[in-house]
């Protein structure tokens, strides 16, 4: 009696884990057909080369075969019953996947109850993957892993710290995976302390610890662990780097740069990044060009929008589209967080058409919900209230769903427009969305919009009603409405609520504060608010402009007196050609 087996020789299939990856979809069902019987069998089959088939056809859908397959074996191991639960919980097909494992004929090891397990945890039926846990009768390391894993994915450290204490015998996938939990809810001592615990570490180990320890601040105490480390990989110098330069070190981030043995896009990124972020955009630039010169790194999109954003922040529009005709010929065309950096810069930039046109034609013909909020923020930024309103409306009717961030540039663009009703019905539409949290940003806005529009006492309202819900930056929007539209008496109870708040760090609020005492004419109030800001050594930043001449960036800042010369030599040569009309004030 011919074999179904007999056709499945001759197919000379591998089954090589590696190798079966390179079998298409087409190919698995030609298989399929070869290995779905024809008549009765009573050969002894290879049960091994049937997992392998088994296996084969449900990584590529064929789960059906599979089973035909299955159930044709007149042998069959634990594998051959893994194999096939496996893949109906990989195919999302749990009920069929459990009347499996319930079968009594059915043969199960600590694989089998992990398969059900996690594919439970991946279908986000936790109560079911508990309960099998709790039924398993030897739990394998791979099972506790895997809790604990989902426990901390889903925010549940305490759970999984319980699970990780019960624990029998770990191993350094349970430890990494605690630490790792532990730091991104930032309890990063207790991180430290599970660390030192450790009597096996890996590169893995030290990099969570040291990524995490940066990332809250602990910048210092991270160096000190890199420096005791065994061996380090990319990872580990990139960790450091980028804790240095988030943390504002910018010379000790750029000096390990230097040391750091085998850069790559990372590292490059990690130190534009962190120049842009803290202001010095020309230093980015420049370590853009020099990434670019070296040949051995090419940019990724995180590299292009850290530098699309130094453009930004001196309104660099030359370099801005040097960088779009660069990016034009990269893959990171089809980038939406690219697109979204490019039409960001060309909106801080002054050319919001060109922002537009980045939008329309955009560099592919998918757009995400980033791309829409860029948009409607670029409108917001040059006060384009109606143009950010068609663009909200148009991104309903095709049917996207606003966030947080698009009602906060849709109601900026209202209150920067003078759209008072406007913005008032979006902030309604708003807070009827269950869905989405009015955020402090939102009232700022509100508060904007009536200070604006001149009705203060609107504003200060809101402001009562929210109660100890309200921040220093609402408060201060609705002092600046006060201000403007000269109303003493709603502006001196906000100024009395600020001072009383807390505004240590804050120059801004002093700033404000003093200048409407000034406005009220109240000198000694507005001196005192001052020597408070002194005592506490605040000052605020200065006001500043600059100008592209040459390609190089001239900064004149209010009281800065070092281009003194120069404009005393911009003064001459005006007088020198008669234009007397724009002569500076002899005195």
Not at 194 to 214: E, H, K, P, Y
Not at 305 to 313: E, I, M, N, P, R
Request: with cysteine; charged share 25%; hydrophobic share 40%.
């Amino acid at each position: 009696m011919k074999s179904v087996y007999s056709d499945f020789y001759g197919a000379k299939f591998h089954c090589d884990p590696l190798l079966r990856l390179y079998h298409s979809k087409a190919e698995a069902q030609k298989l399929s057909k070869l290995l779905i019987p024809r008549r009765d069998y009573s050969l002894k089959q290879d049960v091994a080369r049937a997992n392998c088939t088994i296996t084969c056809l449900c990584e590529h859908g064929k789960i059906r075969q599979a089973r035909k397959l299955f159930e044709v074996m007149p042998e069959r191991d634990v594998i051959s019953w893994t194999a096939l639960i496996s893949g109906y919980m990989k195919s999302g097909l749990v009920g069929e996947a459990r009347e499996l494992f319930d079968r009594v004929d059915a043969e199960k090891n600590g694989v089998t109850w992990t398969a059900m397990i996690s594919g439970y945890l991946k279908m986000k039926r936790v109560a079911e993957a508990e309960k099998l846990f709790h039924e398993m009768p030897d739990k394998n390391v791979v099972a506790w892993n895997t809790m604990i894993e989902w426990y901390v994915q889903s925010g549940e450290i305490d759970q999984a710290l319980l699970l990780f204490e019960r624990m029998g015998e770990r191993n350094i996938l349970s430890w990494n995976t605690v630490i790792s939990g532990l730091v991104s809810c930032g309890r990063v001592e207790e991180a430290r302390g599970i660390f030192d615990q450790m009597s096996v570490r890996n590169v893995i180990s030290w990099n969570i610890l040291i990524s995490g320890l940066s990332r809250f601040g602990k910048v210092d105490e991270a160096r000190l662990l890199f420096d005791r480390m065994p061996e380090r990989s990319v990872v580990s110098w990139n960790a450091m780097i980028t804790g240095f330069m988030q943390n504002g070190e910018l010379e000790k981030g750029r000096r390990l740069f230097d040391e750091m043995p085998g850069k790559n896009v990372i590292s490059w990124t990690a130190v534009i990044s962190g120049y842009t972020q803290h202001g010095r955009s020309e230093e980015a630039l420049r370590m853009f060009y020099e990434m670019n010169r070296s040949l051995r790194v090419r940019p990724n999109e995180g590299t292009f929008a850290s530098v699309l954003g130094a453009c930004s922040d001196f309104a660099g529009l030359v370099e801005g589209l040097q960088l779009h005709q660069v990016i034009s010929k990269t893959i990171y065309q089809e980038s939406e967080f690219v697109i979204s950096s490019l039409m960001n810069m060309y909106a801080k930039c002054g050319v919001v058409a060109m922002a537009r046109k980045v939008f329309d034609s955009g560099l592919r013909r998918c757009r995400d919900l980033v791309c829409w909020n860029s948009m409607i923020s670029a409108y917001a930024h040059h006060g384009c209230g109606r143009d950010a309103i068609i663009v909200f409306e148009e991104m309903r009717r095709r049917g996207f769903k606003p966030n947080e961030v698009t009602y906060v540039g849709l109601l900026s663009a209202c209150s920067y427009a003078g759209l008072v009703q406007e913005g008032l019905d979006y902030f309604e539409m708003l807070t009827r969305n269950k869905s989405i949290k009015v955020r402090e940003e939102h009232y700022t806005c509100i508060i904007d919009l009536y200070g604006r529009a001149g009705r203060v006492k609107e504003a200060f309202e809101l402001m009562e009603k929210l109660a100890g819900r309200a921040s220093v930056n609402s408060w201060c929007t609705l002092l600046l409405g006060c201000k403007i539209h000269g109303n003493d008496e709603i502006g001196k109870q906000v100024a009395e609520k600020l001072m009383d708040e807390e505004t240590e760090g804050n120059a801004g609020t002093y700033a404000l504060v003093s200048s409407l005492h000034a406005a009220r004419g109240k000198t000694t109030k507005a001196g005192m608010v001052k020597l408070r800001m002194k005592q506490e050594g605040l000052k605020k930043q200065p006001g500043c402009s600059w100008i592209d001449v040459g390609n190089k960036f001239h900064v004149f800042a209010v009281g800065d007196r070092c281009n003194e010369f120069l404009i005393f030599n911009l003064h001459e040569k005006m007088k020198n050609i008669g234009d007397g009309d724009m002569l500076l004030d002899s005195e």
